[in-house]
């Protein structure tokens, strides 16, 4: 069965970048040790990144985190998708606008104009389609940014949040919950490694 995953770093103090990011900074101001998991040698972290990486089917994305890959400083030959994993499932960007033209030419972009929903619609097709093809379920995953993963949980559109949590307090930056309807989680992994602590939870209601 296809699932919808959010999965996203985030610090102590519930922001995903920090203070000041942009296109030539997407992490923001110190939100680089948001990301020190995804480029550890500890063994419990090249797990989980493994793993994650193997199952994604498709992935939804916003158009600023967009933006940001698909720049002249984002993701090239050695770092994509899953770090040192490079992971090349579908991409699906929500924009109100698709770019006029893409640097990232070897993957498989969608731009999706009608909204979140129809975007997480679109990336389902795709990962059930890898799925048939594969033989094995894969996942959809909200890989971000901020604003993308808090409007589909505040939309009910998850069924899996996975959160990284990084020792660190950046202050201020992109929060990633900003209020909206109370959601039921169940937890179902707590993973400590020496970067970070990977949690998994079921989201209910």
């Known amino acids: 069965m296809t699932r919808i995953v959010a999965d996203i770093s985030v610090s102590l103090d519930g922001f995903v970048t ?5 296109p030539e900074n997407g992490l923001g101001t110190g939100g680089e040790a948001l990301h020190t998991w995804a480029f550890s040698d500890d063994p419990g972290d090249r797990r989980i990144l493994r793993e994650a990486t193997a199952r994604s089917g498709a992935v939804v994305l916003g158009r600023r985190l967009f933006d940001v890959v698909d720049g002249p400083d984002g993701w090239d030959d050695d770092i994509g998708y899953g770090a040192g994993e490079v992971g090349r499932p579908a991409f699906v960007v929500v924009t109100s606008s698709p770019p006029e033209s893409v640097r990232l030419t070897g993957l498989d972009w969608t731009f999706v104009t009608t909204g979140l929903a129809d975007a997480v619609t679109a990336a389902r097709e795709r990962a059930e389609s890898a799925s048939a093809a594969g ?16 409007s589909a949980l505040g939309a009910g559109l998850v069924d899996v949040l996975t959160l ?11 929060p990633l ?29």
């Open 177 to 205: 919950f900003t209020g909206g309807a109370p959601r039921t989680l169940v937890q179902r992994s707590v993973t400590s490694t020496s970067t970070a602590t990977h949690l998994t939870y079921d989201v209910i209601t």
């Open 18 to 22: 920090g203070p000041g990011p942009g």
């Open 135 to 150: 033989g094995k379920d894969l996942d959809v995953v909200l890989m971000g940014g901020g604003a993308t993963v808090g």
């Open 164 to 174: 990284h949590l990084a020792p660190v307090l950046l202050g201020s930056g992109t």
